[in-house]
């Protein structure tokens, strides 16, 4: 599987946006939108009607309470919705809601949720997001405790020959990202270290450097 480093981006206005989407399609056709609105994680981003550049294809981070009303607003413009698993009472409803309306099923998982409380959920799930820092700011400390999470979802995903993707998102700078590679991600999203630098192509290829 090719190396995919997708770049994130938060927005509070449509302005912002569009600059950060400019940004981040000169290196990048996948584009990660962090969407937050202030009861699952503290800070609000995304929270206008916003619009979005043509010709790139789009993932959200939902850090939200309410995934599927946002899921059935937004369905024909972004084409992959990761949801946190801790929202949802009982996860195999979010993938029923998936089969339902014929999209991808994925889930996020916070720091303290542990493997174990997962697991079940992996045979009906394409993406699994690892989330290495607290949800909602950029730049938010790694915690490398999340490897060894990684590491567990990496075996039972080949012990039962799945085809879930692993997702790591947070702190993906080039030492970083080679720990992730390492514990078996397959995609890697980076947000300030992409989105931040002045030169971001020049910091897309260290990132893939430090992954090769």
């Given at each position: 599987?090719?190396?995919?480093?997708?770049?994130?981006?938060?927005?509070?206005?449509?302005?912002e946006?569009?600059?950060?989407?400019t940004?981040?399609?000169?290196?990048?056709?996948?584009v990660h939108l962090?969407?937050t609105?202030?009861?699952f994680?503290?800070?609000?981003?995304?929270?206008?009607?916003?619009?979005?550049?043509?010709g790139?294809?789009y993932?959200?981070?939902?850090?939200?309470?309410?995934p599927?009303?946002?899921?059935?607003?937004?369905?024909?413009?972004?084409?992959?919705f990761?949801?946190?698993?801790?929202?949802?009472?009982?996860?195999s409803t979010?993938?029923?809601?998936c089969q339902?309306?014929?999209?991808?099923?994925s889930?996020?998982?916070?720091?303290?949720?542990?493997?174990?409380s997962?697991?079940?959920?992996?045979?009906?799930?394409?993406?699994?997001?690892?989330?290495?820092?607290?949800?909602?700011f950029?730049?938010?400390?790694?915690?490398?405790?999340?490897?060894k999470k990684i590491?567990s979802?990496?075996?039972?995903?080949?012990?039962?020959?799945?085809?879930?993707?692993?997702?790591?998102?947070?702190?993906?700078?080039?030492q970083?990202?080679?720990l992730a590679?390492?514990?078996?991600?397959?995609?890697?999203?980076?947000?300030?270290?992409?989105?931040?630098?002045?030169n971001?192509?020049k910091?897309?290829?260290?990132?893939?450097?430090?992954?090769?």
């Open positions: 599987m090719k190396v995919q480093i997708w770049p994130s981006i938060m927005a509070q206005n449509q302005r946006l569009s600059i950060q989407l940004k981040a399609s000169t290196i990048s056709k996948a962090d969407i609105d202030g009861k994680a503290p800070s609000k981003v995304l929270q206008f009607p916003f619009k979005l550049k043509c790139l294809e993932s959200a981070h939902l850090m939200i309470k309410s599927h009303k946002f899921i059935k607003k937004h369905k024909k413009r972004i084409q992959l990761i949801p946190h698993i801790e929202v949802f009472k009982d996860p979010h993938i029923k809601f339902k309306e014929k999209i991808v099923s889930f996020a998982v916070l720091p303290e949720t542990s493997f174990t997962i697991k079940k959920y992996l045979k009906e799930t394409d993406y699994i997001l690892v989330l290495t820092v607290k949800p909602g950029y730049g938010s400390k790694f915690q490398k405790s999340q490897l590491q979802i990496k075996k039972y995903i080949i012990k039962n020959q799945l085809n879930t993707k692993i997702i790591i998102d947070g702190s993906m700078n080039p970083h990202i080679k590679n390492k514990a078996g991600a397959d995609i890697f999203i980076s947000g300030s270290f992409l989105m931040k630098s002045d971001p192509k910091a897309m290829i260290e990132l893939k450097k430090s992954i090769k």
